[in-house]
């Protein structure tokens, strides 16, 4: 799940936040990490009147700014550049379609017991998955809390990245993540890459997504909340695609590969 990119707001902490009399806006953003700590004390306030406790604040205290997360923020547009050809060339999609069909073949009962129970078939969860970490064996180094936090306090999109810098502290007091929690540059989270928000929000059992039943169920459960529609073909569920990643070439390119894994 390419960073910025995924629908799907945090209800409870926003509703937090308005309850808290706008507190959100008492922290002031910034472009460098000159304001960083003090910004955070700031948000620790906030973080307290949204009902994060002592683990979450915890984690928090102990964030860093994180040059590498800026800096790979700074260069989403260009990793989406280009025709659907060229970004699928760039990602491995020939690589993802083979082992896809593979996986899809030797889990076939968790995939039907997926498609079951959410609507979703296997062909695009196994696309997702084999785009955001190479199915698994790749799911990022960058220190979680630091990573969303970072963005939280980066001007560039504070809005849409404090509520899941939020649930990323409330899944630490819940015990799904730690403080010492990897993942990828912007915060997202185990085998399909999901940003925190989401992970409360669509994460089922027991939201650990390192385990990747967990996170393809949690993924499938994802899109049908974004309008899947059963049944319909892959082109009728481009807006759930886009759900998951507002650019173009990356829906165009899930639909293909998933098309082609179900082939």
Known sequence: MAAGFRGGFLAVALAALVASGGAAHAAKCGNDGGGFEAW?????????????????LSALAGARYATATIKADRGVKKAFSGSVESFMQRRGASTIISKGRSLKKSNAAL??????????????????????????SYMGKQNTVSAIVTLAYDCRRPDFFR????AALKLIDSGALSANSVGAMHGEIGHTQFLPGNVIRYGVGNRDLRNREIALASTANFLRGHGWKPGAGYRANMGAIAGWN??????????????????
């Open 40 to 56: 955070k004390a700031a948000f620790t306030e906030e973080a307290k009147a949204a009902g994060v406790k002592r683990g979450g």
């Open 111 to 136: 995939f039907d017991r997926i498609e079951r129970q959410y609507g979703v078939p296997a062909g695009v969860l196994l696309a997702i998955w084999g785009m955001e970490t190479g199915f698994g």
């Open 163 to 166: 509520p899941h810098a939020l």
């Open 246 to 263: 507002a650019a173009k070439v990356y829906q165009q390119a899930i639909a293909i590969m998933a098309e082609a894994i179900d082939k």
